[in-house]
């Protein structure tokens, strides 16, 4: 059975169409990426699959229950997390408590104390311990996308959307946020990575979902689809040519 | 504490105490105000739940003959569902729309206090006395201090709670707070409620113990200012932290009081709107930040 | 069937007719308010209390100086526009974009300096509620079915309307109402394209407390005030600004006849403080049920 099953969702803004009617399944364990051009509508599925909007039509089940019109909140507690292309961390609250605020929110309810131990165990398999009583304003981008990471890990999350987590990033930090994403993806928790930078997600997904103008284009595994005829012509021809 | 408390009013005059007494009445509506402000909703209308506090309390004890301890204790349950209504609706709007909305309740409660309808209850546009306190006048202070503390503990324990880190989470960005699982609507009714109870509980305070009568100018209208003493003390004083609440009330309060009854007239609050823009623009951080800072920037040259 | 029209001749056509004016004097003090919200998102809390201030100035020059009313209106309202173009520079400006918080909070604060302010200066003379004289001497039409129509309820009617015909020409014809109609929709957009954003806001302030100087003066023409006043009149232009859907003068318009009506309906058949309560309640309803407004289009 799919862990997280889209069918045919539909999100208009007005008069635009975000999202036309996208289809889209995830497996258990599995480590998906989505990737497609700014406006393609992949933060908009994103959006919709929390539940920061409800969408227009169309059907969302996750671990077989129906997610459609549930409120964020208890999306979250099902198991369901995300972290932001832009950090958003609490400004007013130490490194360790915004961890911390994510564990007693998440998929169990947890005391203050309780919160706090798990916050100090994720910091140190995210490699931000030494970080935590530090307010965020004080860490570098690198640190604050493991802080969204750490977040997502805290609540007890099965399934975690990571949005353009490596953007921005060279060198050393983009191999050490991979590194810490292919750590979680052992610990066996699915991850959803949406990208518009194609070098990184061919190599660790297993499978890539290609969406253009709120559509899906193609779907499969990363070496079909780098020799998808339409995707080539549709999103890497004209990438590849505007370079 | 409570011999201290005693000993201090057994020491300062009668005109003194009273003013002490007023200190911690408005440090409970001050504290209860931030409360919801530190949720990231600025309220413009808390006198509401102060006059409908004050109004309970009244009616209870005179109409219904409860005892009045407990008429002060249940009539701010009145307080805590007008907190938890207003919630209901301000929990869904933001910012400015959150300022409107309030603020219309004021004259809203206004109209309903001096109705034909509500008049049997309220003595309409007149206002009505309650019985005389119960308690005797000797251990005023020291209870009202006790209430003051007691309202600090319940903050400082919210504060410190589930609930408060999601209190500050919404505070600091509610979208991302809804997405690690926080009830935002949900908290920020129960905010209203308990914010609701406590201002209310000021209200009837302020009536038994200090003007021992009850007017419908306690609902912030035609006149704002009892709308407005929580806001400013809070600010000037620094909000978001009991501590600068305390100290804005401690210093501006007997000022309050001074221009209410010495100075008399419009003029002297004129300077309190004054004070508050200058705070607002000069030191965010209010009385207490501008303390914090001073002492940080003292032990950081040793 | 008789008696139908015996209630309606007696009832209905005054009810009609007062409700009409009092719509033209929403819509005055509510298109300042909307104009300035729906451009720099700032609510501006002390708009009632500009009215006030206007009708007080006009109702000075009027009785001390002996001026018409109109002609006392020009001085009154260059009084209130440098008052609220100062409000804008000294208040706003210094904090503008910086948090939400210290803007509202800042705009309560302005608010309660201006109405303490009136309260020094004229409750002293004036202890009671006053009125503006009329500016014609008096005097009205009867219309068919009895009803009484005063001069002065004829030219609150025809300023109100005729400023909004200007004011639409301006917003929608001259470069300078269709700059602030760009800000009003992309504030970002509009400053890169060559938008002055900084003197427009001088300009959206200026042409607010203008509209709330010549509500104030007809206010006071037909209605009793004293120097608080002014938070009644900016919670009904706030019931109208929402109702009406923010920064949409056609919204402003229906929306004031809406409330116009409902007032006069309300205090007439449920009592006097009715007329205030029923607009409190559609605000909250609209808030609860549509916070972006009812009338706008989209």
Redesign the interface.
Known sequence: MNLLNVSNVVKRFGGLVALNGVSVQVDRHELVGIIGPNGAGKTTLVNVIMGIYYPDSGRMMFNGRDITRMPPHRRVKLGISRTYQVPRPFSNMRVLDNVAVAAMHGAKELSVGEARGIARDILERVRLADKANLYPLSLSVTELRKLELARALAQGTKLVFLDEASAGLTGDELREILSVIEKIHDEGITIVMIEHVMKVIFNIAEKIVVMVNGEKLAEGKPTEISSDARVIESYLGRRWASV | MTIAVILVSMMIGKYAEMIAITIMIFYIYSLAWSLV?NT?M?S?GHALFFALGSYAYGIFSLIYGINMISALFIGPIIGALAGLAVGF?AG??????I???T??????GY??A???QLKPWTGGAVGFAPPAFSLSMSIWLPFSALLAFATYMIVFTIQ???MG??L??I???E??????????RLYKIIIFGISGYLSALAGAMFVSMYSRYISPEFFG????SYN?WP?FYS?IGGMGTPEGVLLGTIILDPLTELARTVIG???A??T???L??VV??KT?GGIYGYVIKYFEAKSQMR | MKIMAVFLLQHLGPLLIWGLVTSSVYLLMATGLTLIFGTLRLVNFAHGDLIVLSAFITFLLTTNMNLNPFIALIPAMFVVMTVGVAIYRFGFKPIYGISKVSEILMTIGISYIIENAMAYYFLPVYRTSVEIPSPVGGGGVVLPGNVLMTYDMLETIVVSWVLMIILYYWLYRTGQGIAIRALSQNPVGASISGVDVGRLSYVIFLVGSALAAVAGALYGILYTFWPYNGIILTLMAFSVMILGGVGSIPGTMIASLVMGYAVNFASYYLGGCWGEAISFIILALVLLVRPSGIFRGG
Request: aromatic share 10%; charged share 10%.
């Open positions: 402000a990231g600025i413009l609706i869904r709007l933001r910012d400015w729309y300022g409107m909305f603020f219309a309740l004021t004259p809203a109209a309903l001096v109705s034909d410190n709670s589930r880190f999601a500050s989470a505070n600091d960005d979208v991302a707070a809804a997405t690690i699982g926080i009830n935002t209208y035609p006149d704002v407005l806001i600010i007239g419009p003029l609050l004129v309190f709107g004054v508050l823009a607002i623009i965010p």
